[in-house]
């Protein structure tokens, strides 16, 4: 009797811990898979600031380019204007 007895509370022991230890199983899987995607959407998010940047960088170099014509170009009739 006595080995049943403790067969059958060692039994009730595993039954009751055993779904906190499949819910601390659980939410450290699910912890690791949010941190895992926040290290993505870090990723991700540092990738669009530069593409950002390199866009910008680009914007400005094509407003510089025009800038330029547009002054060579007035430059260019202010003399036909003197000229004439």
């Known amino acids: 009797m006595g080995l049943g007895l403790n067969n059958s509370i060692t039994t009730l022991q595993i039954k009751e811990t055993w779904p906190c230890q499949t819910k601390t199983l659980h939410t450290g899987k699910l912890k690791a ?44 009739l202010a003399k036909i204007q003197q000229a004439e």
């Open 33 to 76: 898979q949010l941190d895992k995607w926040n290290a993505e959407l870090d990723k991700l998010e540092a990738e669009a600031r530069i593409v950002t940047a390199d866009a910008k960088i680009q914007h400005q170099d094509r407003v510089q380019r025009l800038r330029e014509k547009v002054d060579e170009a007035q430059q260019t």
